[in-house]
């Protein structure tokens, strides 16, 4: 069998005989075309006599040229590894799967400049010709920043790995492309989302302390090129107030959200968010019966004016 680091692949050589169990040493040439190697006479020659099956003969044999490139590559949504996605959108969080892409796992450091670099460990990629900021490196999984101002379709997708060997797929771009990030990194369960004034966690009250509609930050990717987004709770819309580019990391939204007093006390309900008609991955909000009850928007009198009687109700 040969071994190519670089590509890890296996490729058969030679096939053997269940009889020939003698130590076997090889070498290969400098381009690794040739490789030479002793095995047992067995192998060649049919018929041996078992006591000289195993006497070592000098074989020769040229090996298939490595390809120059490997394919494989599939990319996700950042926030959602799990769901195979229709598209990824640009300027966005993504990760990509494949074999053999880094040596070893590794995590990039940001930069004073708040970006990350696009070679981390000698491995490097690329959408659609350009560089891509890589924030985490293993041999199996790239978590990376999908290039701002990618056009509409399908873009390669290239990673050059630690031996300088390229491994490529395709990816189908587009301007928007949702994914919430949850606790669980797998993009199901309970949302990451923190309360807009405390910044605390959930769970949470559809109200806050003076009784006004509990607002959050639920962190997403995917959205900041959309023109039409929207927040499901529960199956019902909520107010969606902003999207927010996140100063902390390249691609990371911030959906700022505002919870109706009807959700208090609703429990966990399912969150789902849509950008241009693209439905995100399905997760979970918690909302407690907390906060203060309700203030009113509005009074209505009705009758608008009466005469009540001395002594009547």
Known sequence: MLHD??????????????????????????????VAFNFPRAIAEQGVPKDFAND??????TLAPRAQVDSGLQVFNGAAPGKKPTSVATDSI??????????????AARRADGSFPSDLQNVTLTVGGRAAEIFYASPTQINFHMPAGLTGGTAEVSVFNHDGFEIR????????????????????????????????????????????PRRLIIFC????????????????????????????????????????????GAGTVPLVVRADGIESNKTTLTITDGGA????????????????PVGGE
């Open 169 to 212: 797929g395709t990816v189908t771009v587009s301007p928007s492309a949702p994914g919430i990030f949850t606790a669980s990194g797998s993009g199901a369960g309970e949302v990451v989302a923190l309360d807009n004034q405390t910044l605390a966690p959930g769970p949470f009250g559809a109200t806050d302390e003076r009784g006004q």
């Open 5 to 34: 680091i670089p590509s890890a692949r296996f490729t058969r050589i030679t096939d053997a005989p269940a009889a020939a169990t003698a130590e076997v040493v090889s070498s290969l040439n400098d381009d690794g075309t040739l």
């Open 293 to 308: 009850p309700p203030r009113p928007t509005r009074i209505e009198i009705s009758p608008a004016t009466a005469t009540i």
């Open 221 to 264: 990717t995917g959205l900041r090129n959309a023109s039409n987004v929207e927040a499901l709770v529960g199956g019902r819309g909520v107010r969606v107030e902003a999207v927010v580019p996140s100063p902390e990391l390249p691609g990371l939204d911030q959906l700022h959200v505002a919870l109706p007093s009807r959700l208090k």
């Open 56 to 61: 070592p003969e000098i074989f020769l044999a």
């Open 94 to 107: 993504a990760i990509v799967n494949g074999k053999n892409l880094s040596l070893s796992a590794s995590e």
